[in-house]
């Protein structure tokens, strides 16, 4: 199947930060999204993207789909302490994973106030 | 609020019993997912139905089976349940419109 590879596992870092999390794939995808997961709870979207060097802002957060179409990158600004939780990107290629969404490991966000 | 609904919030067993978790898909979405997600885990796929035919198979167990009735609600049905199928249990509909994803609250299933 499709191996996506999303770094880094963890992150601390201070409130005020800026923060830089990416997913690779092994294979092209035509669809990359992004979610915010918080202990417990279901995984909220955040934002999805749909065509090579798109970038994409929601308030701090800014995501791209990279030009290989293989990878994704997601950057939080300015972190605040409501940012903490498992952001996990997603992707999609209907050619050659059928309508399935293949997940990344997740990236696990702390920030210190 | 995503739109998509599950029941229950929670749920807790014996092991070798047999359980039905349910979903409702945002109104307007054909398609359906499931998902397991253990302790500390990844989502795993487990499922897709679109408009009451399965469309794709992940890593689902053969205990575990599902469907999608005609108003498009899902059901996610466990059984001879293992203490190693505790785990929260994700729905997620997908917006034709947008090829997203939108995911309910969630089943956390305790299996004793």
């Known amino acids: 199947g499709q191996q996506l590879n999303q770094s880094p596992q963890s992150m601390f870092i201070q409130e005020g930060e800026d923060v830089s999390m990416n997913c690779t794939s092994s294979?092209?995808?035509?669809?990359w999204l992004w979610y915010k997961q918080d202990p417990g709870e279901g995984p909220v979207l955040l934002i999805a993207?749909?065509?090579?060097?798109e970038l994409t802002s929601n308030g701090r957060l800014t995501a791209q789909f990279g030009i290989t179409r293989k990878d994704s990158f997601l950057n939080i600004s300015a972190s605040i302490p409501s940012d903490v939780g498992i952001y996990f990107c997603a992707g999609e290629n209907p050619l050659n994973t059928g309508n399935q969404f293949y997940f990344g490991t997740g990236t696990s966000l702390t920030v210190i106030p | 609020d995503s739109g998509v609904t599950q029941t229950p919030k929670h749920l807790i067993t014996a092991t070798g019993q047999r359980v039905t978790l349910r979903c409702s898909p945002r109104?307007?979405?054909?398609?359906v997912y499931w998902y397991q997600q253990s302790l500390d885990q990844g989502l795993q796929f487990l499922i897709q139905y679109y408009n009451g035919e399965e469309r794709a198979k992940g890593n689902i167990l053969e205990r575990f089976s599902a469907q999608q009735f005609p108003d498009l609600h899902s059901e996610l049905n466990l059984s001879s349940l293992e203490l190693g199928d505790s785990a929260l249990y994700f729905c997620a509909s997908r917006s034709g419109s947008t090829d997203t994803q939108y995911f309910g609250p969630g089943t956390r299933l305790t299996v004793l």
């Open positions: 109104s307007g979405d054909l398609s």
């Open positions: 993207l749909y065509k090579a060097g």
């Open positions: 294979s092209i995808f035509n669809t």
